[in-house]
């Protein structure tokens, strides 16, 4: 059967029930795993509002071979990756991604693996406003070491 | 002539989001360093170790060969999800 994967940055917000609806699960897979990530706040200085820049066409791009990779080492049903850009305040969803599969271990796994290599490969910038400052996000070091992960041959 | 962007907080300190560079740099690491030679605040922007490079929207280190008319992406760690 032909597997499906839907990519798509917009500004718009996304809602889990009508992408579950799209995301056409087929017959033969028993599992679907979702993964919304949403704007937190902060420890410190409040935050006013996220603003998240990308790069259009290599975004795209990124994170289509991010699912290939992720069907290479799993077998996948469809997969659902949307991800908001612009202006966004605490509270509001940012990404949103749906694996399907066979059995739940594959679903879940490919879910994570997902996440790692869009934080860490594809390209989008966050800038957090806060009552202080606007100040863009810095790369974390868990963020790489979590994409590392799966370098390993154990995953 | 290379269609050179520049991302996030590095297009903020460069005051640039897009350059037409007339070069005959064969590699990435030779735009770098043309690049640099503009001085403040080219130079030190630049020279961030953790500055990620991509061509033709493809990742790759700056060792990686160019030719002309390739679009040539600089930008910051990303910091998605």
């Excluded at chain 1, 500004?11 to 979702?34: H, P, R």
């Excluded at chain 1, 992720?70 to 605490?90: D, F, K, M, Y």
Aim: charged share 20%.
């Amino acid at each position: 059967m032909e597997h499906l994967t839907r990519i798509k940055v917009q500004q718009e917000d996304f809602n889990l029930a009508d992408e579950y609806a799209a995301l056409g699960n087929q017959a033969d897979c028993g599992a679907i795993v979702s993964f919304i990530g949403s704007v937190r706040e902060l420890a410190g200085d409040s935050l006013l509002s996220m603003t998240l820049e990308h790069y259009p066409g290599m975004t795209e791009k990124s994170l289509l071979q991010i699912t290939e990779q992720a069907r290479q080492r799993w077998p996948l049903g469809n997969i659902t990756i949307i991800h908001r850009i612009g202006t966004l305040s605490v509270n509001e969803q940012i990404v949103l991604v749906l694996v399907s599969s066979a059995h739940r271990e594959a679903a879940f796994r490919a879910c994570e693996f997902i996440m790692d290599f869009l934080k860490t490969r594809a390209p989008f910038w966050k800038k957090e406003q806060t009552t202080a400052a606007g100040y863009w996000v810095e790369a974390k070091d868990s963020d790489n070491q979590a994409a590392q992960r799966w370098s390993s041959p154990e995953s | 002539m290379f269609n050179i962007v520049f991302f996030a907080a590095l297009r903020e300190t460069l005051g640039c989001g897009q350059l037409s560079w007339k070069s005959e740099a064969r590699s990435i690491a030779g735009l770098i360093q043309e690049l640099r030679a503009q001085g403040a605040p080219w130079d030190s922007a630049l020279a961030r170790p953790d500055l990620l490079c991509a061509r033709n929207q493809q990742l790759c280190t700056p060792d990686e060969a160019i030719t002309a008319g390739d679009e040539i992406a600089f930008f910051p760690p990303v910091t998605g999800g």
